[in-house]
């Protein structure tokens, strides 16, 4: 039995990579590609990512103002879920959208523009990273659940 574990916050997109994304209010996720129309989807294992506001919160109680959704370049914003504790291979159900879970955190490259604008980037620790296996859209306030 599937369970709804979350929520999508917001959902957002860049034309460049490294830039801080925009919200838009809906966004379509095609099936081994990744959010239609943003940098950082193609034919490779990090087509989306997500970051769950929980972790963008953490930044905030450190002392690092304007936060909000897309400052750290994620695809999709997420709430009530600690993403980071996920496993490699787990399924997700996203709005339409069924994802992978096929990396946890990375590297940031040098000179990331999240790193110099925000002054430290979250994502290398607990941002996911997910493939599309079931190409839909997904929209704010779309529950989140895990696939069993």
């Known amino acids: 039995m ?5 929520k999508v916050i917001s959902v957002n997109i860049s034309k460049e990579k490294g830039v801080i994304k ?6 379509y996720f095609q099936e081994a590609h990744g959010l239609v129309g943003d940098a950082h989807a193609g034919k490779w ?4 990512s997500l970051l769950a506001q929980e972790s963008i919160d953490k930044m905030t109680k450190v002392g690092i103002e304007g936060l909000c959704s897309g400052k750290f370049a994620e695809n999709i914003t997420t709430e009530g879920i600690e993403l980071h504790t996920l496993k490699v291979g787990t399924l997700l159900k996203i709005g339409e959208t069924i994802q992978e879970i096929s990396q946890i955190g990375k590297e940031c490259h040098t000179g990331c523009a999240i790193k110099v ?3 430290q980037c979250i994502m290398p620790k607990e941002g996911v990273f997910t493939k599309v296996i079931q190409s839909g859209t997904i929209r704010a306030n779309d529950s989140i659940e895990i696939l069993e």
């Open 2 to 6: 599937n369970k709804i574990i979350g």
């Open 22 to 27: 925009d919200a838009v209010s809906e966004g």
């Open 45 to 48: 294992h990090r087509q989306v």
């Open 117 to 119: 604008q925000v002054g």
